[in-house]
């Protein structure tokens, strides 16, 4: 019924919030200033476990301009816990961080203090005059590093350990030709979005209203969170969002500042704010990775899989956060990849220690398992003599294998299964792209000095997780649209590509569009920004209540036009009849209410899928690595505005890289982060990874919902480790040097090839 | 992050300003461009009471070139040095090796007096006033005292400078012409401080053999110093990947670093003589058998 | 305790006088006293850039100069560049490129690089890269901004040219 002409969908439109952030007029949470504002700072412990003997506030309450200093004493006898948001499992529930630490600290930079100021500097100030008397503890920060267990009530330092799988894979592994078992591990490194968290609290006391502005990616969730830990109704309570300086999976899940900084402004009843700077950031927000794993595959002589065994372990920190076990378990779940393996068991222990609790970061598990399985197909293709992406061409599922059922890898999921895809064409095309035919020949050549290397890492990708999304879409008066979704807003563009959806179905321009999202001041309920669910969710939600407003809007015209609506068209926000008569959008919406609810609910997840190739240099003598191209291939179904999907991907390849050569969050044995500043940890810079590429297809939209969408802002990193650890250990497999664990430093690199060549003078 | 409570002078004279610090003792800071200072400050890890601001000072921007030497006033910044157009040619190991200084906006406010007076170990300024015996004026309320370099620095992030003196100018000796030079170091990312880094030289006789061989190194020690066992290596010897080899492994031998979460000592140690290899390999313009 | 004190400032072509403690940072006093918050704070610690304004012709990390610093002295932040309605060719660039994401580090890189091809309009990628590589951004793996910044040169060789007839 709408022009076809000028689809939007599938476009590359520029962006709708570009002005704003271009011209400086965003407005993100420390932009935020009301009257009356008070500042908050956080005290944070400076040590890794102990015992908090006394706290002496006195020297800072007498400072100038100090209006509170709130320790675990104020909040009372019941110390409010953070839930687990994603699967609650009752292991986990004992591990659970309180908001605040009351009697010990586990973790360097736990909140013990929150000091309300005039100002920030003088919030700073106060911080360094309260006294602390601490009985230390000794820390644990490595897996079976203490017979001591962290927590009272606990045996050991384990909080959970499962099995699953499917098949019969002791069999497999005793009929196999082939076995090969190895140790893997990802360093624990995190998300660093740009804006580090922040916000601003106000307590109405005659309604007995509560605001927080600042929030974002799972507002609903939080606020009824939030509405338990103050014993508030959940109506008592508006989680505003506004622009958000990058997610990537760590900013909006429920942190000990969202209590603390809202119980400051109720029980000062002023408005408080609290922007956390970025050397807490770095002990404060969730750290991620982290994972080990022992990964052994079983092989025919050709090359056949026949069975794969994955044990994950993964340091989890001083306290199960909000995301629960989700790490470990994606690690594990995604061990089997793209590939037809019919024997799996994994397992997964997830053990405390006394660092930063974890969450999840962009493609959680996934970039882990990823790595670990490829670098361990290079392996036994190398033993078994098989070409790397013949071994690959030989195991990927067919598309005649689609639906692919992987069940029973997460013991609280239900079945799911691989959707639509042509794994091996995708496969085909990243070969293409990276020359793999014709530069094959220049692995672990030493060229001026330099060892190359060309390494393939493929994947799958979950996506779109349920259960379900809402929108309301309004006509105003003036013929401009409203959207409004429960989706949240991390900088990703989402405005743009729901205007797209809401513009097409309506035919209404995008300038004329507005959206509001994540707020829980605009739906009864939404459901958030996380698993790449925002375009698949929110936008097909989008699409259905645009549907149902295009109908009424239909209706409305025809009365007013007389004609029946077989008649009517929609051209440019306005309902054109057959007979030429017209009305437009402005006129039917000054005449009544245009208004629809939409919904979309989904338990299928979609699965994206792709292959990421790197060919790098390693100068064999500092170790340093030169990515010389980098191509990530992957199918997203269908790509609502592709330069969107594209930046996504290029984004995501480079914190991937990050990941692999730069990102680490080092910690000492006594539990200090050694590294809380952005001069030692290291995130890649433009000059360090200037030649990638992304290439977006859209070969197989997914049925499971009717953009045909899936998720895309995360299969851009889920490879980068594996196809570019390949990539190096492909340089130096010359030298015998093999890469198991990650970061790829320029030291690190040195030490592994100057080790295997002490082992080969040893030997010889 | 936030700076600690803090009062600020910006004197109009030399005077003024050393008088302002003798008065505030200990509790005073002197502040130029503030690019490795207010890091400290806002990590809390200096809190003066009082920041003599010396960045209105009189004759402290210029760079000049005379028969002496070539004069840096302190408060010339790494942007200064970069558009100086004569520098790549009256000490182009200078310019190079202040290309690899931090990134755009520092290299605006960073100065080499600050530079100096913070005393980096991984630092370029400082490395290459060891490596080049670069003479350092310091005003005090007693007068001037002038400095060499190795002199002036006295430890990781310590100088000689009291709390009342201020570096008030360095001065490069006069680079030779036909010098044989090269400068190389290795950092993580463009602009971040080295692991290690190499700033070489030497002149060259009729014979052609090298003397006035001249080796400072960043980054491997709590301060950049000389190695004189590596110039004694190089000093008449004509240059070839022999001696080149001889040299990178007394360089090897000469320095002693640290562990540190950026590397392990054995790295830099050895970093540091393949940075040497290349350095001098560039200078004498050869090329040397690439092991590995 | 130690007395606020007046700074005088011309601010993207406007005079204005800002009151502030010495220890209040270039940046908290055009975000805080001038209500400027386009200018953004990433680090507070001299290394993401975000910050970055143009003091007197050159691009700076508005986090590491103190606001008494500036006493006198000219400067345009991300709001001088152009406004919403009348985006500069700059600007229109990085929206044409899709150069930024979330747009918390984009007014930095904006005054980075107007400061640049103002001075060397015909910088090369490289030179872009290397000073671009003094700004930190975790969404968009730079390309497209180089992409932006490399196209935009145009607009900086005019006005050059321009000013020389």
Known sequence: MSDAAKLLVGSAVERMEDARFLSGSGNFADDLAVEGMLHAAILRSPIAHARIVAIDVSAALAMPGIRSVITARDIGDAIPIIPLRLAPLPEFEPFCQPVIASDKVRYVGEPIAVVVAESRALAEDALETIGIEFESLSAVTERGASETPLFDFAEDNVALRYDAGFGDPDAAFASADYVRTERFSVQRHTALPMETRGLLAEWNSLAGRLVVTGATKVTFYNRRALARMLDLGQDDIDLIEIDVGGGFGVRGEFYPEDFLIPFAARKLARPVKWIEDRREHLMAINHSRDVACELSLACRSDGMILGLRGRVFADMGAYIRTNGGVVPAKAAQFLPGPYRIPNVSVSVEAFMTSKTPVGTYRGPGRFEANFFRERLIDMAAMDLGIDVAEFRRKNLITEQELPYPIDGLVPYEGPTSYDTGDYVEVFERALKEIGWHEKRHLQGKLIDGLRHGIGLGCFVESGGAGPKENAALTLEKDGSLTVAVGSSVLGQGLETVLGQIASDTLSIPLDRIRVLHGSTTLLDEGFGTYHSRAVVMGGSAVLDAATRLRERISEQASNHLGRPNSELRIVNASVVADNGASVSFATLAAGGELQADGTFSNDVRTYSYGTHAAHVTVDPRTGAVKVLDYVAVEDVGRAINPAIVHGQAIGAIVQGLGGVFLDHLIYDDQGQLLNASLADYLVPTASDFPVLRAVTLELRPSPSNPLGAKGAGEGGIVAVAAATANAVAAALAPLNVEIRHLPLTPPRLWRLIKDARERATNAA | ?292 | MISARPVRLTVNGTQTTVTVEPRATLADALRNELRLTGTHLGCEHGVCGACTVIVDGAAIRACLMLAVQAEGAEITTVEGLGSAAHLSALQLAFRKHHALQCGFCTAGILTTAHALLTDEPHADEDRIREVISGNLCRCTGYLPIIAAIMEARIAYSDVQCEAAQ
Not at chain 2, 85 to 101: D, F, K, W
Not at chain 2, 259 to 282: K, N, P, S, W
């Open chain 2, 1 to 292: 992050m936030k700076l600690p409570p803090l009062d600020y002078i910006c004197p109009a004279t030399l005077t003024e300003a050393i008088a302002a610090l003798a008065v505030h003792g200990g509790n005073a800071k002197v502040i130029a461009g503030g690019q490795s200072l207010v890091p400290m400050l806002a990590f809390r890890l200096a809190a003066p009471s009082v920041l003599v601001d010396i960045g209105q000072l009189p004759d402290l921007k210029s760079i000049s070139i005379s028969a002496e030497g070539i004069d840096f006033g302190a408060l010339v910044t790494w942007r200064d040095i970069e558009c100086d157009t004569r520098l790549a040619q009256v000490h182009p190991l200078l310019a190079a090796a202040i290309a690899h200084v931090a990134h755009y906006q520092i290299r605006n406010r960073g100065t080499v007096g600050g530079s100096m007076a913070h005393a980096d170990p991984a630092a370029e300024m400082p490395g290459i006033a060891v490596t080049c015996d670069a003479m350092l004026t310091i005003v005090g309320p007693n007068g001037t005292r002038i400095l060499r370099a190795d002199e002036f620095i006295t430890g990781g992030l310590s100088t000689v400078l009291e709390a009342d003196e201020i570096l008030t100018s360095i001065r490069l000796p006069l680079w030779k012409k036909a010098r044989r030079w090269a400068f190389e170091e290795f950092a993580p990312r463009h602009g971040d401080f080295a692991l290690a880094g190499v700033a070489a030289f030497y002149d060259i006789d009729a014979q052609g053999l090298a003397y006035n061989a001249h080796i400072g190194v960043i980054g491997v020690a709590d301060r950049p110093m000389r190695l004189p066992g590596v110039e004694a290596v190089l000093d008449g010897r004509r240059i070839d990947a022999d001696v080149i080899l001889q040299a990178a492994a007394a360089a090897r031998d000469a320095v002693d670093p640290a562990d540190d979460i950026h590397a392990e000592a054995a790295y830099r140690r050895d970093l540091l003589g393949v940075l040497l290899e290349r350095a001098l390999a560039r200078a004498a313009d050869i090329t040397l058998p690439e092991a590995a």
